[in-house]
């Protein structure tokens, strides 16, 4: 993984990447304190409104 800068939010250190002036977080470092863990980004990445918003865009 790219090295990036750490926030920590809550319990969890969240790594942000710069790319082309352009911040992006880590997702899974936003999860790995949950009982789903990264389960829970396959569930948002398949809901219904998910997906519409990804279309739309």
């Given at each position: ?19 082309e ?37």
């Amino acid at each position: 993984m790219a090295k990036g800068r750490k926030i920590q939010v809550k319990d969890a250190e969240i790594t942000i990447i710069e790319k082309e002036e352009n911040d992006f977080i880590c997702l899974t470092d936003m999860t790995v304190n949950l009982n789903e863990g990264s389960g829970l980004i396959g569930k948002w990445i398949t809901n219904k409104n998910t997906l519409e918003y990804l279309g739309t865009w």
